[in-house]
């Protein structure tokens, strides 16, 4: 039976890199469902397709997409992971009550889920990191300048493992910028978390502070694997 992993967790605590870290060691695919949505609305067929033509307009304006279609088009790709008998994992996401939860008439992403893959199949980790630890990575992360293959800001590396370019310093993370997405991601998460432990989900809380591999260790140990 394929799972599901979702994993919260403020800017900079490194929710993508243990995303990775499952895809490369453990059959999971990891669902980002921002990237997917750029996919769709810049995909061929959005040409000829009325709704994904106005979507892509929202996109591209700044807009947010429609929450009606970011649902769906979310939870019709998370039945189709589960059904090809893969695992998934989600980082960051679902971002609002209402792409989590739905409401009176549109079923939420955690009853897809749940019907789908089964709620005792379904965890969720939250990462936590100090507000000061979020701005330092956030501000310190240096990414390749060919490939865009991230390095570790303790790393002192000056050119990339993979391709051999050389490191930049990410300049769209200014420590403002971050503070907001910081108080963003508290007030879109929390009222999630508290809405799943109501469902009666456990959440596993895990500090984030130490290096992804240390981290990766508690995150296998919270789900069973290895
Ligand atoms: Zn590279």
Redesign the pocket.
């Known amino acids: 039976m394929s799972r599901v992993v979702i994993l919260y967790g403020p800017p900079g605590s490194g929710k993508g890199t243990q995303a990775e870290l499952l895809v490369r060691k453990y059959d999971f695919i990891h669902f980002d469902s921002g990237r997917y949505i750029e996919s769709l609305v810049h995909s061929k067929e959005a040409a000829k397709d009325p709704i994904l033509m106005r979507e892509r307009k929202n996109f591209d304006t700044g807009i947010l997409c429609t929450p009606e279609w970011v649902l769906k088009v979310t939870r019709d790709e998370a039945i189709r992971v589960a059904k090809s008998g893969f695992n998934l994992v989600f980082s960051g996401a679902p971002r609002t009550l209402f792409e989590a939860f739905g409401d009176h008439k549109t079923k939420g992403l955690f009853d897809s889920l749940e019907k789908h893959f089964g709620k005792e199949n379904v965890s969720i980790i939250l990462f936590t990191a100090g507000e000061n630890v979020s701005i330092f990575r956030n501000s310190n992360r240096k990414v ?6 991230p390095l570790l800001e303790s790393a002192r590396a000056s050119h ?6 050389s490191m930049r310093t990410r300049t769209l993370d200014k420590p403002e910028i971050i503070k907001d997405r910081l108080v963003q991601y508290r007030t879109r998460t929390f009222p999630i978390i508290k809405e799943l432990k109501k469902r009666g989900y456990q959440i596993k809380t895990i500090k984030a502070e130490k290096l992804p591999f240390e981290i990766f260790k508690s995150v296998e140990r919270n789900l069973k694997l290895g």
């Open positions: 390749c300048s060919v490939c865009g293959l990339c493992g993979l391709c051999g370019g």
